[in-house]
């Protein structure tokens, strides 16, 4: 007499993992939805960032190697280098991040301000006369 595997388990576990793999599978499929949205919105910052991390991981591979004692001070001149380029990467990037910030935040001050000068436009007795008028109509 065997039991199938189904026979085994409690009932309903079978129903509950398989929601919870689906969860995870939507979870996944709109994680990789947004990080497609970001790489298109960004290609430049995602370009860039993937140069760095490539170079820092080639760096780290290739200091695995065993290597001389003479080439220790090779090495960590190599990782000072690459330190310094990245800030410098990074900071360029930082500069660009906040200009555009603030065009952005211009964009939307300006545009505000715009709307409040059209709403001070408007003359509101075009939309208030009809309404009293009803309404001196309405108590005579």
Same mark, same amino acid.
């Given at each position: 007499?065997?039991?199938? /595997?189904? %026979?085994?388990?409690?009932? !309903?576990? %079978?129903?509950?993992?398989?929601? %919870?793999?689906?969860a995870? $599978?939507? %979870?996944? @499929?709109d994680?990789?939805?947004?990080?497609?949205? /970001?790489?298109?919105?960004?290609?430049?910052?995602? $370009?860039?960032?993937?140069?760095?991390?490539?170079?820092?991981? !080639?760096?780290?591979?290739?200091?695995?190697?065993?290597?001389?004692?003479?080439?220790?001070?090779?090495?960590?001149?190599?990782?000072e280098?690459?330190?310094?380029?990245?800030?410098s990467l990074?900071?360029?990037i !930082?500069?660009?991040?906040?200009?555009?910030?603030?065009? !952005?935040?211009?964009?939307?001050?300006?545009?505000?301000?715009?709307?409040?000068?059209?709403?001070g436009?408007?003359?509101?007795?075009?939309?208030?006369?009809?309404?009293?008028?009803?309404?001196?109509?309405?108590? @005579?």
């Amino acid at each position: 007499m065997t039991m199938s /595997y189904e %026979q085994t388990t409690e009932p !309903g576990v %079978q129903e509950r993992v398989q929601d %919870q793999a689906n969860a995870a $599978i939507d %979870q996944a @499929k709109d994680a990789l939805h947004k990080a497609d949205l /970001y790489v298109r919105e960004n290609p430049l910052p995602t $370009i860039l960032g993937a140069l760095a991390i490539g170079f820092a991981l !080639g760096l780290l591979a290739r200091g695995s190697e065993p290597t001389p004692k003479s080439h220790w001070e090779d090495l960590r001149e190599r990782a000072e280098d690459a330190e310094e380029n990245l800030r410098s990467l990074l900071g360029a990037i !930082g500069k660009k991040s906040r200009k555009a910030y603030k065009k !952005g935040s211009s964009a939307v001050r300006d545009a505000v301000e715009d709307a409040a000068a059209a709403a001070g436009k408007i003359d509101v007795e075009d939309y208030t006369d009809p309404v009293s008028n009803w309404f001196r109509k309405l108590w @005579k």
